[in-house]
């Protein structure tokens, strides 16, 4: 999952960036509301954590600019401002949800795992294809009932794929999703996670659920 979180205190920007690398998202930081508009044309992101008081344009300004603009990615205010009014007119200028700040990592979490359901086929919160498992929750992969063990951009490139079964994904979206702008293009980075995690996954069972489709990308599915 790859998120674009907009703050100017740098140090909440840090907090949220670690505290969301740890668990496997990729992220990237802008410091005001102006400079959303070329991040999210540069790349498709798919949560905006937005905070309200910004330098150039607020975040009510910037989330109705995008919503007018016809990004419909979901977008979550953050915000110190915890009156009635203020949640209204977070709301109503096109954001999904709401969170006051301070809060803490695991509730953030929490709703950004919501976010990404509420606009998925399927509801579960735990993603199944065949015998394999993934929770994004607890970050537990299992096929055939046993514990696979997966780094942080094993889960988020399985995550991925999971999110999309059936579907073939190229290196570019693959790419979109699991690694920020610090990403350099041209590496083989791809290829060595794919087949690191073939190993994980697909070794010792019969039907192969990782494929690569020649030329175009790779797609999960039995
Ligand atoms: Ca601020």
Redesign the pocket.
């Known amino acids: 999952m790859r998120v674009l979180v907009v ?3 740098p140090r909440m920007a840090k907090l949220i960036q670690q505290g969301l690398e740890e668990e496997a998202y990729a992220v990237d930081v802008v410091d005001n509301g102006r400079d959303v508009f070329l991040w999210v044309q540069s790349a498709t992101y798919d949560i905006i954590l937005l ?1 309200i ?2 330098p150039g344009m607020n975040g009510l300004d910037v989330c109705r600019q995008l919503r007018a603009e016809g990004f419909n990615m979901p977008v979550l205010m953050l915000t110190a401002r915890d009156t009635l009014p203020d949640k209204v007119k977070g709301l109503d200028s096109g954001a999904d949800d709401y969170l006051v700040k301070p809060f803490a990592i695991e509730e953030l979490t929490a709703r950004l795992r919501a976010l990404a359901r509420r606009d998925a086929p399927v509801k579960t919160a735990v993603l199944v294809i065949a015998d394999l498992s993934l929770d994004p929750a607890t970050k537990l992969a299992q096929r055939g009932g046993s514990v696979i063990e997966l780094t942080a951009k094993e889960y988020a490139l399985l995550e991925t794929l999971m999110r999309h079964p059936h579907q073939v994904l190229s290196r570019d979206q693959i790419i979109e999703h699991v690694w920020n702008m610090e990403f350099e293009s041209g590496s083989k980075l791809i290829e060595v996670y794919i087949s690191n995690l073939r190993k994980k996954i697909d070794d010792g069972h019969p039907v192969k659920l990782i494929h690569t489709v020649r030329g175009l990308g790779y797609r999960i599915g039995d």
């Open positions: 703050e100017d205190e905070d008081m910004l």
